[in-house]
């Protein structure tokens, strides 16, 4: 099973590497249109390279980037990576430090959970709305809540992770490796 979520990592990881490489392209194109619209006679050569063709190049790396925040901290980003307080549960027993990683693992993935459905509810009015210009890349079929559908899948994913890190801290088996030190307290 470990070498299924492994995989799957790396396929997540090659996800958001494939983002991060379309708006890097798509970046050397915006930069190259802009400054070569101010070469004489290119645009009249080359048509095709006119500036007012490429408005779309915006709008797809901000819809790009919005994707790779939240598949990124959806699927990439390990739990250990993510900004944590731990101020207090330093400095408490082990069982109590136990306690709370159940308590927040409940709380967020309780509250991302709950929270599905009444985003989704909110999102039915982008369904309507088209992208400004990224029909001229894709066609009219995007929507924006096709665009911001990976903020459900994100709400998903680590509202699941966060009441398995519960599962596991009751099992006694998610605890933190800062929390093995010999002078944490008595259990």
């Known amino acids: 099973m470990s070498e299924l979520f492994r995989m799957l990592h790396r396929c997540a990881e090659a996800?958001?590497?494939?983002?991060?490489?379309?708006?890097?392209?798509?970046?050397?194109?915006?930069?190259a249109i802009r400054y070569g619209a101010r070469l004489?006679?290119?645009?009249?050569?080359?048509?095709?390279?006119?500036?007012?063709?490429?408005?779309?190049?915006?709008?797809?790396?901000?819809?790009?980037?919005?994707?790779?925040?939240?598949?990124?901290?959806a699927f990439v980003v390990r739990r250990q990576d993510h900004v944590r307080f731990e101020i207090l549960s330093d400095?408490?027993?082990?069982?109590?430090?136990?306690?709370?990683?159940?308590?927040?693992?409940?709380?967020?993935?309780?509250?991302?959970?709950?929270?599905v459905e009444p985003t989704w509810q909110r999102f039915s009015i982008l369904r309507l709305k088209h992208t400004a210009t990224l029909d001229q890349l894709v066609g009219d079929w995007v929507r924006m809540r096709d665009i911001y559908a990976i903020y459900i899948v994100f709400l998903v994913a680590v509202g699941l992770r966060a009441l398995w890190s519960a599962v596991q801290a009751l099992r006694k088996n998610g605890a933190d490796p800062h929390m093995a030190s010999e002078d944490r307290g008595s259990e």
């Open 15 to 31: 996800v958001t590497a494939l983002f991060m490489l379309l708006i890097f392209t798509t970046f050397i194109v915006q930069v």
């Open 40 to 73: 004489d006679g290119l645009v009249e050569a080359l048509p095709f390279l006119d500036p007012t063709h490429f408005g779309w190049t915006l709008e797809f790396c901000l819809a790009l980037w919005v994707w790779l925040i939240f598949w990124g901290n």
């Open 91 to 115: 400095h408490v027993p082990r069982p109590v430090a136990r306690l709370f990683m159940v308590v927040t693992g409940l709380v967020i993935g309780i509250g991302l959970l709950a929270s």
